[in-house]
C-alpha cells in the first residue's frame, strides 16, 4: 500500500480500548469541521463533521468535540477496532477554503 | 453504486511528458477539487470548479492544467513545466460550493521515470 504518511504522529490503542485523536485548528474564523479516515493507498473517508453554533457531537461509535476557546478539535472513537487503523485527519472550513491537518496515524494493537 | 472514481490508480511519467488523471462523478455534485497530497503534509488544493467551464486555481495550480466540460468529469492535467510531480493525488466533489463536505476518490498515484 501507500504511505500516506511517512513522518505522521501515531497513536497505538489496544483494541476495545477508546482512541482520541486531536486536531489543533489554526483560522477562530472556521466554522465548519470534518474528520477524515484514510486507509493506506485509498482516498480519504468521511467520517463526521461538525459546525461551530455546536461542542460535541455524535455518530456511530465517533465523537467529535469541539473546543473554540482553544481552537482545537478531538475525534472520539469508541471500542476500537482493527478495521479503524488508519490515518485520521481533521479539515476546518472558513470563507472559501478548506485548510487539511496532516493527520495522525492511529494503530490498533491486537 | 454513486461514486467518485479516478484513473488510472498508477501513472508513471516519463520527463518532459504531460499525463492526464481522469476524475469522474454521478453523485450529480456541482463542485469538484483536485488535491495534491505529499507525505507528512495536509492536502494541498491544485483546482477547484463550482460549475461546468468554469474554474479556479488553488494554492497550487501552476504546472497544472484543467477542464470542465461536463458536470461528471474534471480531469486533471500534470504538465511538464510541473517539476515535482510525484505525488498522490485526490479528486474530490460536493453537493454545493467549497464549504460543503467534500467526498474523495480513491487517489491515483503519480510516479516520474
Known amino acids: 500500500g501507500e504511505s500516506v504518511g511517512l513522518h505522521l504522529p501515531t497513536l497505538s490503542v489496544q483494541e476495545g480500548d477508546n482512541s482520541i485523536i486531536n486536531c489543533a485548528y489554526s483560522n477562530s474564523a472556521s466554522d465548519y469541521f470534518i474528520w477524515y479516515k484514510q486507509e493506506s493507498g485509498k482516498g480519504p473517508q468521511f467520517i463526521i463533521d461538525i459546525r461551530s453554533n455546536m461542542d460535541k457531537r455524535q455518530g456511530q461509535r465517533v465523537t467529535v468535540l469541539l473546543n473554540k476557546t482553544v481552537k482545537h478539535l478531538s475525534l472520539q472513537i469508541a471500542a476500537t477496532q482493527p478495521g479503524d487503523s488508519a490515518v485520521y485527519f481533521c479539515a476546518e472550513g472558513y470563507g472559501q477554503n478548506f485548510v487539511f491537518g496532516p493527520g495522525t496515524r492511529l494503530s490498533v494493537l491486537p | 453504486d454513486g461514486g467518485i472514481t479516478q484513473s488510472p490508480k498508477y501513472l508513471f511519467r516519463k520527463e518532459g511528458q504531460n499525463v492526464t488523471l481522469s476524475c469522474e462523478q454521478n453523485l450529480n455534485h456541482d463542485a469538484m477539487y483536485w488535491y495534491r497530497q505529499d507525505p507528512g503534509q495536509g492536502l494541498r488544493l491544485i483546482y477547484y470548479s463550482q460549475i461546468v467551464n468554469d474554474f479556479q486555481k488553488g494554492d497550487i495550480a501552476e504546472g497544472y492544467s484543467v477542464s470542465r466540460e461536463k458536470k461528471e468529469s474534471f480531469p486533471l492535467t500534470v504538465t511538464s513545466a510541473q517539476k515535482n510531480p510525484t505525488a498522490f493525488y485526490l479528486c474530490?466533489?460536493?453537493?454545493?460550493?467549497?464549504?460543503?463536505?467534500?467526498?474523495f476518490g480513491p487517489g491515483t498515484r503519480l510516479l516520474v521515470l
Open positions: 474530490a466533489s460536493s453537493i454545493g460550493g467549497v464549504r460543503q463536505t467534500q467526498y
